[in-house]
């Protein structure tokens, strides 16, 4: 499954990627949000070679060309393991005479990681992550029309049920326009799990989180219970039951529906990069080896120990 998010990723059209947003809009988010995101964001291509070297303390740095890539708040561009190293040169060596920002999900999330352009401690995130549980996507049921009601029931509640029994909470769900009133046991539980993610991989969850409107379907997706596409159309229900009675835009919905997959498996991508665990990332390393599409042409090694300057 792990390879699958990896392949949907590397293949799925890309356009916008937003930075992570927080319940509260801030002066300070907007300007990170243009400074780190933007729908029109391209430039023309300065670099021939992409490489990757090993910096001070093991950390691997990106090199184009032999200019070392920094982040938009200046600071070198640094990335803690090879997996992740490999996926960010991938995304810089795929681009052709203008490079278009808005597809680099990836760099995205490693400059996030690395600028923090919010200055949020790890608390903080998920604190912010926690409120999206209050209006989780599948916690809201309609009343009607029936057949989404039932649509509702049959694709939500087996997603509800195993979340529940996972981690072994309540949580419910609600046709009232407050939502259902979450056990403040198993807002605890989350608490803990999330803690329990390093600072990139939360970066990388709350990204998911804000995608999905949802933080169950995201530890499904996360814990591999579902799928990318299961998660979006999951996350889309209502959605697409509208455009299923009245129809819809199709180019417009397509491309919105490819949007939302393409950044879904990039922060879910990034979760398990940044993961503690060896034998993930030497799993995905093994999939990036595998023959993919867009697996970058590094002319110069893949890995060397000297600074180029």
Known sequence: MLRNVLRLYNSLPVGCCPLITIQTQTRQLLE????????????KKFYQDVSISQGEGGV??????????????????????E??????????????????????????????????????????????????????TICYRVEEPPGLVQLQKNEWDPVMDWIEKRYNVVIGSSSNIMGP?????????????????NFWALTGLEYVITQLKSVILSFGLIDQHLTVEKAVQ?????????????????????????????????????????SESATMKRKFLQDLEFPLPRKPTIKTPLLSKHSHH
């Open 181 to 197: 009133t979450i056990p403040e046991e198993t807002k605890d539980t989350f608490r803990q799990h999330l803690a329990s993610y």
């Open 234 to 274: 999951l996350s889309r229900l209502e959605e697409e039951f509208q455009i299923h009675q009245w129809g819809n835009v199709e180019w417009a919905h397509e491309y919105d529906l490819q949007e939302l997959r393409s950044r879904t498996a990039a922060g879910t991508l990034f979760v398990h990069l940044s």
């Open 83 to 136: 997996a992740l190293a490999v996926t960010v040169a991938t995304e810089w060596d795929v681009q052709r005479d203008t490079l278009k920002f808005y597809t680099m999900h990836m760099t995205t999330l490693c400059n996030t990681a690395l600028d923090n352009p919010t200055q949020r401690n790890k608390d903080q995130m998920i604190a912010a992550s926690l409120k999206y549980l209050e209006t989780d």
């Open 32 to 43: 990170c949000r243009r400074t780190y995101s933007s729908a029109t964001s391209e430039r």
């Open 60 to 81: 691997l740095e990106i090199n184009l060309d032999r200019r070392k890539l920094k982040t938009p708040g200046g600071k070198l561009f640094t990335v803690p393991n």
